[in-house]
């Protein structure tokens, strides 16, 4: 588990400096086409050399510095993403789990009703009508990270909110919790001192467990044209160019799968380590 959070470190590290990176390594901008780096016999993307690390896509762009830079992109997408999901699945299932009722009744229905989308359709649908040019939401919402980012954010809020709503539903029936009721505490101060601490555990699995699905969905949107403009590097457009000229250019896919499938495998890993480790305090906590 430790490996895979230093892995997951060092890639986002890398995508934060990915423009240092570039330039240290003096490789080409990711934007910049050299078509003199194609390949002359037959006008096609060239293999890795000493002047290319990772060769050039079709393009005569450099895979290198695509790489990198589409790692800056995951990471923002993730975060971002996996922010405002967990801050809004969080806030919802925690007042549905704690109150009950009809607000319980509502958030539930709604929950249901964004669940029975299906995920891709639901993102691909907002990202290809918010993709022109004046955008949606009168220009506030255009093509770019952002809407990438709040396209993942809608389709993934139900799932974190069902969990949190489960999970509430069951501490608001503990001991501390009536106690807290019975001493006269306010309903928000129960929330936020009693009910949303021994939320942590799990919320921090939900989190963490977020990351590599909204790095896969970001990588899906892309490949089907709807995510990050094509003008800017990301590791599902790059696959996606790549699709039409693999096995011949190989290294235009492979290099953005190695950083994707590392990325998402680390992700996973330190989610299935923390989510045994929430397990064994839970158990622990019960047993005594």
């Given at each position: 588990?430790?490996?895979?959070?230093?892995?997951?470190?060092?890639?986002?590290?890398?995508?934060l400096?990915?423009?240092?990176i570039?330039?240290?390594?003096?490789?080409?901008?990711?934007?910049?086409?050299?078509?003199?780096?194609?390949?002359?016999?037959?006008?096609v993307?060239s293999?890795?050399?000493?002047?290319h690390?990772?060769?050039?896509?079709?393009?005569?762009?450099?895979?290198?510095?695509?790489?990198?830079?589409?790692?800056?992109v995951?990471?923002?997408?993730?975060?971002?993403?996996t922010?405002?999901?967990?801050?809004?699945?969080?806030?919802?299932?925690?007042?549905?789990?704690?109150?009950?009722?009809?607000?319980?009744?509502?958030?539930?229905?709604?929950?249901?009703?964004?669940?029975v989308?299906?995920?891709?359709?639901?993102?691909?649908?907002?990202?290809?009508a918010?993709?022109?040019e004046?955008?949606?939401?009168?220009?506030?919402?255009?093509?770019?990270?952002?809407?990438?980012?709040?396209?993942?954010?809608i389709?993934?809020?139900?799932?974190?909110?069902?969990?949190?709503?489960?999970?509430t539903?069951?501490?608001r029936?503990s001991?501390?919790?009536?106690?807290a009721?019975?001493?006269?505490?306010?309903?928000?101060?129960?929330?936020?001192?009693?009910?949303?601490p021994n939320?942590?555990g799990?919320?921090?699995?939900?989190?963490?467990?977020?990351?590599?699905?909204?790095?896969?969905?970001?990588?899906?949107?892309?490949?089907l044209?709807?995510?990050?403009?094509?003008?800017?590097a990301?590791?599902?457009?790059?696959?996606?160019?790549?699709?039409?000229?693999?096995?011949?250019a190989?290294?235009?896919?492979?290099?953005?799968?190695?950083?994707?499938?590392?990325?998402?495998?680390?992700?996973?890993?330190?989610?299935?380590?923390?989510?045994?480790?929430?397990?064994?305090?839970?158990?622990?906590?019960?047993?005594?």
């Amino acid at each position: 588990m430790i490996i895979a959070a230093v892995g997951l470190a060092v890639i986002a590290l890398a995508g934060l400096l990915a423009p240092l990176i570039v330039a240290v390594t003096g490789a080409p901008a990711p934007e910049l086409r050299d078509t003199s780096s194609l390949s002359t016999s037959f006008g096609v993307a060239s293999g890795p050399s000493s002047a290319h690390w990772f060769g050039v896509d079709q393009l005569g762009r450099d895979v290198f510095s695509r790489t990198f830079y589409g790692t800056r992109v995951s990471v923002v997408v993730a975060v971002s993403a996996t922010a405002i999901t967990s801050l809004l699945g969080v806030t919802l299932g925690l007042i549905a789990g704690y109150r009950g009722g009809w607000v319980d009744a509502i958030v539930s229905r709604l929950i249901e009703a964004v669940l029975v989308i299906p995920y891709l359709l639901l993102a691909v649908g907002i990202a290809v009508a918010c993709s022109t040019e004046a955008g949606c939401f009168a220009g506030t919402v255009k093509p770019g990270v952002p809407l990438v980012v709040l396209v993942i954010s809608i389709a993934s809020w139900p799932a974190v909110a069902r969990i949190v709503r489960a999970q509430t539903l069951t501490i608001r029936e503990s001991d501390f919790i009536v106690a807290a009721r019975l001493s006269g505490a306010s309903e928000r101060r129960i929330l936020m001192t009693e009910v949303l601490p021994n939320l942590w555990g799990p919320i921090a699995v939900l989190m963490v467990v977020l990351i590599p699905q909204v790095i896969l969905a970001e990588t899906a949107l892309s490949f089907l044209g709807a995510g990050v403009p094509a003008a800017t590097a990301s590791w599902g457009g790059m696959i996606a160019e790549a699709s039409s000229s693999f096995p011949n250019a190989w290294w235009c896919m492979l290099f953005p799968g190695m950083a994707l499938l590392a990325t998402v495998l680390a992700s996973t890993i330190l989610a299935d380590g923390l989510r045994d480790r929430n397990g064994a305090d839970t158990a622990d906590r019960r047993g005594r």
